[in-house]
C-alpha cells in the first residue's frame, strides 16, 4: 500500500486516478506521497517514508527543494496545467485596472433602492469612464506557461505586446506569437510599457525585481500586474508610486497587510489557479506524475531531480536510486549488482546540478543484503525497489 497524504484540497478526478493500492487518508508523518497545493512545507519534518511531493499547480516556493532532494524526496510541479486560468485572470485585471466597473458596480449596489436608479445612472456614468487596452502597449516579463498565452491573447486584443525572457525555452519560443516583441532588456518594457505583467517563479535572483530603478524608468499611469508572486515586486516602495500616479493600479494576487490597504492596489485574494478546469488538470497532472514515478521509478516534471524514464519493466525487478552527482558511484552500484551475481538487463542514468538518479533493470529479485549495501554506498541517498 502506498500512503498519500494530500496537504491542500485536491481535485477528486485527480485522486480518483489512485488505484486500490493507494490509501489517499494518510497521516502527513506516514505518507510515502505528498501531495500539495500552495500550503507552505518548509518547517514540516520529512519522513523516511516519504518519496515524493507533487505540487498540484506551477510555483514551488512552498517546498524546501533543496532539503527535499537531499532527503531523496523528489518533488514535482504540474507545468502548464494552470496557465489558462492565470491568462484569463491577468485579461480579466487589465480591464477592470483600465475600465473602473467595480467602482461602478458598487455605485449600482450605493444606490439600488433609488426608485429613480435608470436617470440617475445617466448622470453618474462619467465617474467611471476609463481607456480601453487596444492599441496600448503591455511588456510581459516572463514568457514561460502563463507569459506566452498572456502575450498571444493580448496581441488578438489589439495591444502592442513586449516580452522579456533571458530563459526562453524553445518550446516557449515556438509557441509565440511572430508580433510578439521580445527585448534583450528588460528595461525597455519599463520604459514603453503602458501595462507590466510578471510572470517569473519566486527565486533569490527574481525578488524585488520591479523596485525603485524599474519604477523610475515608467511613464506615469503604468498599471503593474503580479499574479506570480508578491515578492517580485518591491511593495515597500510601490506605494509611493501609487500616491505620485507614476503607477496607475497595482493588481495583485497575493494580499498582505500592506497591500490590502493600499490606495491603487487591486487586490485578490489569490485566485488565479482557482478555476475548475485548472483545479482539475493540476490533479490529474500531479496523480499522473506521481503514478509513474511510484509504479515505474520513472521522473517527469521533476523541479529538484531530473527527468529519466525506463518505460514500463519488463525484468524481474527494478531499482531506482536517487544518489549525489559524484564521480564513482554509479561503479561502486553497478560492481554491487555484478558481486551479487545480478545482472543489470538496462540503466538509465541522470543528473541535474548536484542530484543524480539512476533506474537498474535487473534478471532478479535483489537481496535485502544487496539493496542494504547499495544505501550504504557514499553519495547514495535513497534506495527504492520498484518492482
Ligand atoms: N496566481 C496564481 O494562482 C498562480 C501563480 N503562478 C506563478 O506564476 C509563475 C510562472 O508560472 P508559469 O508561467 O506556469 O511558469 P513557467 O516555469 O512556465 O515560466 C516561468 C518563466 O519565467 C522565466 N524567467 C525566470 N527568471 C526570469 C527572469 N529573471 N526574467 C524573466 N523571465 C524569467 C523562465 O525562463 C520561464 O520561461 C509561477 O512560478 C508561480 O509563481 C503560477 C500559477 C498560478
Ligand atoms: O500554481 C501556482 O503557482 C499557484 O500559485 C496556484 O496556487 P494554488 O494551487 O491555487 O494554491
Redesign the pocket.
Known amino acids: 500500500m502506498v500512503n498519500v497524504h494530500c496537504l ?1 484540497n485536491i481535485a477528486s478526478c485527480g485522486l480518483d486516478l489512485f488505484t486500490a493500492d493507494y490509501n489517499t487518508e494518510s497521516s502527513y508523518e506516514d505518507a510515502n506521497v505528498v501531495l500539495v ?2 500550503a507552505k512545507m518548509h518547517d514540516l519534518d520529512l519522513s523516511n517514508n516519504l518519496v515524493a511531493i507533487a ?5 514551488v516556493n512552498n517546498i524546501p527543494l533543496e532539503s527535499c532532494a537531499e532527503a531523496g524526496v523528489v518533488v514535482f ?1 504540474t507545468p502548464g496545467a ?1 496557465a489558462n486560468a492565470v491568462k484569463e485572470q491577468v485579461l480579466a485585471t487589465m480591464l477592470l485596472a483600465s475600465r473602473d466597473l467595480i467602482g461602478g458596480n458598487k455605485w449600482v449596489e450605493d444606490n439600488k433602492d433609488d426608485a429613480d436608479i435608470a436617470k440617475s445612472t445617466e448622470k453618474a456614468k462619467k465617474a467611471f469612464a476609463g481607456r480601453e487596452i487596444a492599441g496600448k502597449k503591455l511588456g510581459v516579463i516572463g514568457l514561460g506557461a502563463i507569459g506566452q498565452l498572456v502575450a498571444n491573447a493580448a496581441i488578438s486584443l489589439g495591444m502592442e505586446v513586449y516580452g522579456y525572457d533571458p530563459y526562453l525555452s524553445v518550446a516557449a519560443a515556438l509557441n509565440l506569437s511572430r508580433e510578439v516583441k521580445h527585448v534583450i532588456d528588460v528595461n525597455e518594457i519599463y520604459k514603453e510599457c503602458n501595462y507590466i505583467t510578471v510572470h517569473v517563479p519566486a527565486l533569490d535572483s527574481t525578488k524585488g525585481m520591479i523596485g525603485k530603478e524599474a519604477f523610475e524608468l515608467m511613464q506615469d499611469g503604468t498599471v503593474i500586474i503580479n499574479c506570480a ?1 508578491d515578492v517580485l515586486v518591491d511593495e515597500d516602495v510601490i506605494g509611493d508610486y501609487l500616491k505620485s500616479g507614476r503607477v496607475k493600479c497595482y493588481v495583485t494576487d497575493f494580499p498582505n497587510p500592506k497591500t490590502a490597504n493600499m490606495e491603487g492596489a487591486l487586490c485578490f485574494p ?1 485566485l ?3 478555476s475548475a478546469e485548472a ?1 482539475d488538470n ?1 490533479a490529474i497532472m500531479a496523480v499522473n506524475e506521481v503514478r509513474d514515478f511510484i509504479e515505474n521509478g520513472n521522473i517527469k516534471n521533476s523541479v529538484n531531480y531530473p527527468a529519466c524514464n525506463l518505460g514500463v519493466c519488463a525484468t524481474e525487478s527494478r531499482v531506482a536510486v536517487c544518489h549525489k552527482n559524484v564521480p564513482a558511484v554509479i561503479s561502486k552500484i553497478t560492481s554491487a549488482m555484478g558481486g551479487a551475481n545480478v545482472n543489470i538487463e538496462s540503466m538509465a542514468n541522470a543528473s541535474r546540478g548536484e542530484y543524480a538518479y539512476s533506474l537498474l533493470d535487473l534478471d532478479k529479485q535483489p537481496d535485502t543484503s544487496i539493496i542494504t549495501e547499495l544505501a550504504s554506498i557514499d553519495g547514495v541517498i535513497k534506495v527504492r525497489v520498484v518492482k
Request: glycine residues 18%; aromatic residues 0%; contains cysteine.
Open positions: 491542500n497545493r500552495s505540487r498540484a499547480g506551477a510555483g510541479n494552470n508572486r489569490h488565479g489557479a482557482s483545479e493540476c
